[in-house]
């Protein structure tokens, strides 16, 4: 069955950006990450989280935002094979109601509004895979609103941001959430949650 996922990483004080929509503290504590730990606490070996997250996803879905960043911090548009080695040949939709630049060669497909069509052709598409909703939290918001997201899964920076672009701006109660996995990677704590609808 494919789930509809949300995967990212958030500030302790459940941030995705800072208020200048700046991901220079996620890079910074993933750095400083292994030198963070102080304790003898168990860990998960490091592994590669992502990768392993990443070979169960058969479509993704960004907003405009998101995706340009990713243009001008990675800039895919002039190394798409950058695009391509993070997310091989998966099929992305990214949100947008502005004209944005293909990456060239890539599947993507640029659409406005109707989440709910869009979503069936990336469940058509992903072929029993999982979809990826990549960010940011507004477009999962959409998702969440229409009763189409199955699973949060939030990689907690040590760090506390005290302003920026929250993680999922809407209302989840425990009635909608249950806590499926927690786990430790360096300074990283991990929780997985499913959610339910009414």
């Known amino acids: 069955m494919t789930l509809t ?20 503290w996620l890079f910074e504590a993933d750095g400083s990450s292994e030198e963070a730990r102080s ?16 070979a169960g996803v058969g479509a993704m879905a960004l907003g405009a935002t998101t ?6 911090h990675e800039q895919m548009a002039a190394h798409p094979e950058k695009w391509q080695r993070y997310y091989g ?13 293909p990456v060239p060669g890539i599947p993507l497909r640029f659409v406005a509004d109707d989440v709910v069509g869009t979503h069936a052709a990336m469940v058509e598409a992903a072929a029993g895979r999982n ?3 990549v960010g940011g939290g507004g477009l999962v918001g ?8 199955d699973e949060i899964i939030l990689g907690v920076a040590p760090v506390l941001l005290g302003a920026g672009a929250p993680v999922l701006p ?4 425990s009635r909608s959430l249950t806590l499926t996995e927690l786990s430790r990677d360096n300074g990283f704590a991990y929780l997985r949650y499913r959610v339910h609808h009414d």
């Not at 995706?67 to 001008?72: A, Q, R, S, T, V």
């Not at 040949?89 to 630049?101: A, N, Q, S």
């Open 142 to 149: 959409e998702f969440a609103d229409l009763g189409l997201l």
């Open 67 to 72: 995706y340009e960043w990713m243009l001008e």
């Open 39 to 54: 304790d003898g606490a168990a860990e998960e070996p490091a592994g590669d989280r992502f990768a392993d997250f990443f």
């Open 89 to 101: 040949d998966t099929p992305v939709w990214v949100f947008t109601h502005r004209e944005l630049i």
């Open 5 to 24: 996922q949300y995967f990212t990483a958030t500030s302790i004080d459940g941030y995705i950006a800072d208020e200048h929509n700046s991901l220079d």
């Open 131 to 133: 979809i990826w909703l």
């Open 170 to 173: 809407r209302r989840l109660t």
